[in-house]
């Protein structure tokens, strides 16, 4: 048995995926699989993976038909024969040796979780980020439960980010509580991540940058407001604070979460205005309204100021004079 699957959606990033895998492949530890799902890309993605498998049995590809990043790493977690499935972004890549210290974690604390932190890297100026993304807590350093865990990040991070391959989870826990991404939606990590934390009995920290997570990429999908990204973001964070409400977890940590959650509602108030259509505006303004309960389970003290706000006067007033704030804050 393989110790890592590296599952790893491909869509149409010919400039991007040698990198990619390459960063993977050059790791000082060599017992993994790198499963690379070509979901229907229309350039040289896929010829560009087949290569990889000819020449490196531990590559192996599959080919698909176009049904986005959800769908194609289900594919990946049903193929995966590593101990621990690492998801991975087609235009991200690894930092140079960092697989045999997350080996070495995983194999002496007997994990089912390990999260791990990451820079950033802008594409356009060719920059590493010098600081970490994840403000670990300093008492962050035993192995504990995915509950004690998010009590304890969020309490550092309350805008803790639920990106999916900055973590090495066992597969077993992915297989036996069939757990998949939730297909044909924007913010599918969102929707996830906090239940696989959730369901972790054993989570441990690795806190080393070992990934470099690509942004300001030319075409690429987070660079664009849409009204189908936004309204799916509602959604799971709706479903998401409900489902939190249900559960049985201590209640700070309900709060933690919901308070997490929350905060995404706000950040859809303030893109409102970047959306240029009239009438997609104008749809979201809507939807927003109707979710303006989810705006209350925030413990900002400026959104919750903006809550009130909102209830006054409105999503539409409230939206335009963040855009400006917005605006006049960019051009200082």
């Not at 999260?115 to 993304?133: A, L, P, R």
């Not at 999916?164 to 991404?181: E, G, P």
């Not at 920290?205 to 973001?233: A, F, H, M, P, Q």
Request: hydrophobic share 40%.
């Amino acid at each position: 048995m393989v110790d890592f699957s590296f599952i790893i959606p491909v869509y149409n990033v010919e400039k991007y995926i040698t990198r990619c895998v390459d960063s993977i492949l050059n790791q000082n530890y060599k017992n993994f699989e790198i499963i690379l799902i070509n979901d229907g890309s229309t350039d040289n993605s896929g010829a560009i993976c087949d290569e990889y498998a000819k020449v490196d049995k531990r590559v192996h590809v599959i080919h698909s038909e176009n049904n986005g990043p959800s769908t194609a790493r289900n594919i990946g977690i049903k193929s995966a024969k590593g101990n621990y499935s690492i998801f991975l972004d087609s235009d991200d890549f690894w930092c140079e040796d960092k697989l045999e210290a997350i080996y070495k974690k995983c194999c002496n604390e007997e994990i089912d979780l390990l999260v791990f932190n990451y820079n950033k890297y802008d594409e356009k100026k060719k920059i590493i980020s010098e600081t970490s993304c994840v403000n670990f807590p300093d008492n962050l350093d035993e192995v504990i439960n995915g509950e004690k865990f998010l009590a304890k990040v969020l309490e550092e991070n309350p805008l803790y980010e639920w990106y999916s391959w900055f973590y090495a989870i066992k597969t077993d826990i992915l297989i036996k509580n069939d757990l998949n991404f939730k297909t044909n939606i924007k913010y599918e990590d969102v929707d996830l991540m906090y239940k696989i934390i959730l369901l972790a009995d054993k989570v441990s920290i690795l806190n080393e940058n070992v990934l470099n997570y690509s942004i300001n990429r030319l075409g690429s999908i987070t660079n664009v407001v849409k009204l189908s990204t936004e309204k799916d973001k509602l959604e799971v964070v709706k479903n998401n604070i409900k489902n939190v409400q249900m559960m049985n977890i201590d209640e700070k940590l309900k709060k933690l979460l919901s308070n997490n959650f929350s905060c995404l509602y706000y950040s859809s108030v303030i893109l409102l205005n970047s959306i240029n259509d009239k009438l997609d505006r104008a749809t979201l303004s809507l939807e927003l309204k109707e979710a303006l309960w989810v705006g209350k389970y925030t413990k900002n003290k400026s959104q919750k100021v903006i809550y009130y706000l909102i209830k006054i006067f409105g999503i539409k007033i409230i939206s335009r004079l963040l855009d400006i704030r917005r605006i006049l804050k960019e051009g200082v």
